[in-house]
Each structure stands twice: as C-alpha cells, then as structure tokens.
C-alpha cells in the first residue's frame, strides 16, 4: 500500500471534490444582498445551482455572463457589463460577485481590468467583488476560501462609514472567518459569542440565506448574510479567528488584516471533539478578554459521559474519512478521541495542506499503523485501497454511496454534498453539543450495522 497507484487513465474517476466557482457562489450567499455573478458559460451557473438546491434545499439564483462562440473568440467583457447591468436592474443588489470560470480564465480576460471599466461607466453600481476561481486549479473549499478573502480585500477600510453605519458594542469585537461549515454550525457560533456578549462580523453568515424559514412575501434574494457595513469595519476590530485549517496566507482574510491593518489575528481548527472546542473557546477567551460560559461547561461534561459510554462500542472500529480537508482534519481529531482507528484520509485537494497537518498530529490509540493521507484523490483511486483495508465505517459526502453500496460498508453521510439524505443544512458538528450529535450518529450507525448483520437479531444492545 505505500507503493504508487499505478493508474490507467489520465483523468479522475468520481472526483472527490467540485469546482472553485461553486465555492465562490456558496461564500457571496453568505454576504447580505449579495447576488454571485459567474464570468463564463451557462452552464456552469446551471450545475451548480442544482448542486447546491439538491443539498441545501432552497431556491438558489446564480447569474452567468452568458458565454457563446463569439465572446470565447473576442473576449467577455460586453458580456459581463451586461450581466452586471441586469443583475443590478433586476435585483437591486447591495453587492454583486463576480467568479471566473474555466473558460473566461482559459481565454485570459481580464476581469479585474474590465470591473475598472464597468465602475468608471456606471458609478452607480454597488461593490463589485472580483475573485479568480478556475475549476482546474482548485476545489470548492479555495472557491470558497479565496472569495472571502477576496471580499475582505475588496471591502475592508476601502469605504466611508457614517457613524451610525460604524458597528457599535461595549464589548470586544471580533471578526470570525470559518470554512465550508453547516447554517446550523454558523448559528452555533453566533449563540457562542451572545454568550460571551462579544461582538462578532462571521464572514460569510448563510446561516439564513441557505437555511431560512417560509416567506410571507416574495424576496428576490433571501434575507441575512454579513451586513456590507460589517464587511467594511473589519479594519476596526479588536482581533480576527480563522477557523479551518493551516492554510495558505493567500487564502487567509485575517492574515491580511493582520498585515494591511494591523488587526491581531489567530487560527485554530474546527472545534469538533473536546480537545478542539476548548482549545476555540480559550481562544476566544484570551482575544477578548470574556470569561467562557458556564453552560459551556455542562456541555462539556455531558460529552465527556458520552464518550465513556461510546466507548464499548467505538473503539478499535476502522473508519475512511474524506472530504474536505478542515473537515477531514476535523473528523481525524474527533476519531482519534473517541478510539475509532482511521486507516485512510483523503481529500480531493491538491493543496498537501492534509497530509501536512496529520502527520504532525499523535497516532490515535486505536490504531497500530499510521493512516494513509492522500490527496488529489478521488474514489476511483480509493476503492481498491478501500477494499483492502476492510473498514468498518466510512464518514463523508454522499459521493462516496457507490463504495459504500458496492463493498456493503455503512456510509455516515457529513460534509458536501449531501443529496441522498434530508436534513444536511441542520447538521451538527461544531463545539460540545455538534460533537455529541455526531458521535450518537456515528454509534447509532455502528449499531444499526451489528444488528441488521446478526443472525439472531438483537433487540437489545
């Protein structure tokens, strides 16, 4: 197994991941009144419309500027200006972002160039947010990643505030920046800081926007998102948190604050498992100056029974985790809390941001060998590794139903995208509780797994 996968093919067989632009659309939703522009073909703003209902289950509008034969021949830039001009006509945006796709990149327009333009015909238009996504460098997570940072370096100290506009708290005020995460998991972190009064702009907060309720009135875009004024305050905070992995500066928000404002910032990982929620909660304790919580630490104490009851159950299990890489790093702390014994990691990302960060991490107690990391993998490539190792578990995206249906493995369906299951947009993952919540999915899926194979039929385990 250390040796290479000799390969057949050149291209990738299932991939274990979905394009940058999809990643940009995810993180403008999360920007108040902000409608995400798609510099390329139709069809791009079309697959990823549908991908995204099918997981969040809201009606999701993404434009397109709408490329054809000419303008891959002559350039986008009418193209663009008129989808810019009929998404303001029609929406009356307070922000509009603008991603690239494959083929406006393929062709080298100058997207950057053309905003100048656009701005300098038409001075009425809101903010525009140019941000380089081509699906053939990255995944949805540096989408994602790099259209907040994008955001920040578009918006942040960039515009006059009124005094009234300015974000006003007797408490500290915090900026908050986290990966692909759960409207629900946002909503976690918001009641977190209400706890510990801190005031915080989450950057980007679709909490509501791809998880709200019934409207009375028709909205042509859904209410909430992060305020633009919050989004030009940032320079004015009192400190910044990346949530997520160690990534690259390039893709970090808070590192730019940090080096264009001076604005402090700190990072740590997911909070998921006990070890991560404190470490997020000190954290923030320490930035702010808040004292943490009692209810915090109920919280804690009921996971910490939880795992000792998990235990019997869980430990020595071997589990495949995949994804994307915050979540996979996330899910390998949680594993090696509760004695689940990861024996193959991998992500869809070429970045060797995965494999970077395990390997420094201790081997968890239930395993006898190192995991196997792999990126830039994809499901084609992970079957026979998959049907090697025999696991007991695999925990990821609903892309990963075929091995689990082929090999007969039960599937814990966390992450993106989630299709073949309701209710993804109110998962839970995030501190005490969202621990708690995974790890009773993940025993219920073990069980539910001992019971149906018995012969005999347990009706008490």
């Known amino acids: 197994m250390d040796k290479p996968i000799e390969k057949p093919y050149a291209h990738a067989s299932n991939p274990c991941r979905q394009c940058m632009p999809l990643g940009a659309s995810w993180a403008f939703k999360g920007i108040e009144s902000c409608m995400p522009v798609l510099h390329g073909s139709q069809g791009c703003a079309t697959y990823i419309r549908r991908y995204m209902i099918s997981h969040f289950r809201e009606p999701i509008d993404i434009a397109s500027s709408s490329f054809d034969e000419t303008t891959v021949i002559f350039g986008g830039e009418a193209n663009l200006e008129k989808a810019v001009l009929n998404v303001h006509r029609q929406y009356h945006p307070r922000v509009i972002g603008i991603g690239t796709t494959c083929l406006s990149e393929t062709i080298g327009d100058d997207v950057d160039r053309f905003i100048i333009r656009i701005r300098d015909k038409y001075p009425e238009l809101p903010p525009l947010i140019p941000v380089s996504t081509p699906s053939y460098q990255g995944t949805q997570e540096e989408g994602f990643l790099r259209t907040v940072q994008g955001t920040v370096k578009t918006l942040a100290g960039q515009y006059q505030l009124t005094e009234e506009a300015i974000p006003q708290s007797d408490g500290p005020l915090l900026n908050l920046f986290m990966p692909m995460i759960t409207p629900a998991d946002i909503r976690w972190l918001k009641e977190v800081l209400s706890r510990m009064k801190i005031k915080g702009t989450l950057l980007p907060d679709y909490s509501d926007t791809l998880d709200g309720g019934m409207w009375s009135e028709f909205h042509p875009m859904p209410p909430g998102g992060t305020a633009l004024e919050q989004i030009i305050a940032m320079d004015r905070a009192d400190g910044s948190l990346e949530l997520g992995s160690d990534y690259p500066a390039e893709w970090r928000p808070g590192y730019y604050l940090q080096k264009r404002f001076g604005v402090p910032n700190a990072r740590c990982g997911l909070p998921v498992g006990i070890d991560s929620t404190d470490h997020f909660l000190s954290i923030l304790s320490e930035i702010t100056g808040q004292e943490i919580p009692g209810a915090c630490e109920q919280a804690r104490s009921r996971l910490i029974d939880a795992y000792g009851d998990a235990h019997k159950y869980l ?49 968890p107690e239930a395993s006898a060998n190192p995991p196997l990391i792999k990126e830039n993998f994809d499901f084609g490539d992970a079957e026979a590794l998959i049907e090697e190792l025999q696991p007991d578990l695999l925990i990821g995206n609903s892309k990963g139903y075929k091995i689990s249906r082929k090999m007969d493995i039960p599937l814990l369906r966390v992450g993106f995208p989630i299709h073949d299951r309701f209710g993804a947009s109110r998962q839970r993952m995030l501190g005490y509780e969202g621990t708690a919540s995974l790890l009773d999915r993940v025993v219920n899926e073990v069980m539910e797994r001992k019971q149906s194979k018995s012969t005999v039929g347990y009706t008490y385990i």
Do not use: H, N, Q
């Not at 430990?315 to 990861?342: N, Q």
């Open 315 to 363: 430990f020595g299990k071997k589990v495949v985790l995949f994804g994307d890489t915050s979540t996979v790093e996330a899910l390998y702390r949680f594993a090696s809390e509760v004695g689940l014994d990861p024996v193959l990691c991998f992500t869809g990302s070429p970045s060797g941001i995965l494999e970077k960060t395990l390997e420094k991490l201790p081997l």
